[in-house]
């Protein structure tokens, strides 16, 4: 007798069910284990993240987009092997940067102001990323350490900012004037939040993954994150180039994530900007299995329990931190029972690189 054999479930399915039964089931063990009631929170939380047609619209994808843009930020980087962790420093760099051009005179009322800020923005953090690149390139220093040290520098050079040459003209307080209107994004939406910011991370997101795919830079960059030795010898690929343009490249996202905020947003800069987006980015990437495309649904997915946690902390008296726990659970679930892997070698060495001229240069 022949044994049945079941078809065994993909494993997207596999991991989007995990994702939903630690929400779904996580978060009410975990608040009933602290002491609060679990339905009202849970409503809450639903409320504030997909309730409404305003919550997704205002709260949900205006949180979405700058942790779309951080963990593509990463998703690039990783894909190439390097480890940048400093996404957070970048978006500050980025923000810092879009601010302190919107204050120009000759900028700050034309049409072209918010357009200036976010290429401004997105060559900061290109920069910023540029020193750990050449500190990995030139003195070998690991680019962890080096980006999580440029993070804290990025803090307290916005910190330094914002009470000295861009704080606002009464000397009060620890920020920035507030940006022009003609410096500020337009909404896409009347009467909600959401601005074309949104628009710009789904177009990042879906070039990048179209880069990686289909062209010989992309390519590039997947064989080298694959195994740099193999890229070297057999695709005689300039490995250190290549890894300090996805590093550069992957800083400018980042700091494009950091000018929208700012033009987008929060419309002055202070430091407290950034509430951790950067790190965030590095939880998106790792949920979304470094592919762009996924980058937009995980990060949909983290917009939406950020804007319900504050919605749970603010009508049922929930520490959002609550949520918080959740997601780290669900990365470190994700991770353990799916290992990451950057690209099976064997996989990047079966598909032919594209034809396009100077593709293993």
């Known amino acids: ?19 939903l039964a630690c929400i779904l089931i996580g978060i009410p063990a975990l608040l ?64 810092a940067a879009a601010a302190a051009v919107t204050q120009l005179a000759i900028i700050a009322n034309s049409g072209a102001a ?33 980006t999580i040290l440029l993070n804290f520098l990025a803090l307290y050079l916005v910190g330094y900012l914002v009470r000295g040459p861009l704080q606002e003209p ?13 410096a500020r994004l337009p909404h896409v939406l009347p009467s909600t939040r959401l601005h074309v910011g949104f628009l710009i991370a789904l177009g990042a997101a879906t070039a990048t993954w179209w880069v990686l795919r289909f062209t010989a830079t992309g390519f590039r ?6 195994n740099p030795d193999a890229a070297r010898v057999a695709g005689e690929i300039d490995v250190v180039r290549t890894t300090m343009a996805a590093f550069v490249a992957s800083g400018a996202i980042a700091g494009l994530a950091g000018a929208i905020e700012l033009t987008g947003v929060t419309f002055a800069l202070y430091e407290n900007i950034s509430p951790g987006y950067g790190y965030t980015g590095i939880a998106v990437a790792l949920l979304a299995r470094l592919d762009p495309r996924g980058v937009i649904a995980s990060g949909l997915l983290f917009g939406a329990l950020e804007a319900g946690a504050s919605a749970m902390q603010r009508d049922a008296g929930v ?23 950057i690209e099976p070698a064997s996989k990047v060495r079966g598909e032919a690189a594209p034809t396009t001229p100077g593709a293993a240069s």
């Open 1 to 19: 007798m022949k044994s049945i054999r079941f078809a065994r479930a993909p494993e997207p399915l596999l991991r989007g069910i995990f994702v």
């Open 32 to 95: 009933t284990a602290l002491g609060f009631q679990a339905a009202p929170a849970m409503m809450a939380l639903f409320r504030g993240s997909v309730g409404s047609s305003y919550a997704i619209t205002s709260a949900t994808l205006v949180r979405a987009t700058p942790v779309m843009l951080t963990g593509l930020a990463v998703a690039l980087a990783f894909r190439a092997g390097v480890f940048n962790i400093g996404a957070e420093g970048q978006l500050l760099a980025g923000a």
């Open 114 to 146: 918010p357009w200036l800020a976010l290429i401004a923005g997105a060559l900061a953090g290109g920069l910023w990323a540029g020193i750990a690149a050449i500190l990995r390139a030139r003195f070998h220093v690991l680019e962890v350490i080096s």
């Open 170 to 182: 009464l000397h009060i307080y620890p920020q920035s004037k507030a940006i022009p209107l003609a």
């Open 221 to 226: 960059i997947r064989a080298v994150g694959a």
């Open 319 to 341: 520490p959002s931190v609550v949520v918080s726990v959740i997601e780290a659970l669900i990365i470190l679930g994700l991770v353990v029972a799916w290992p990451l892997q």
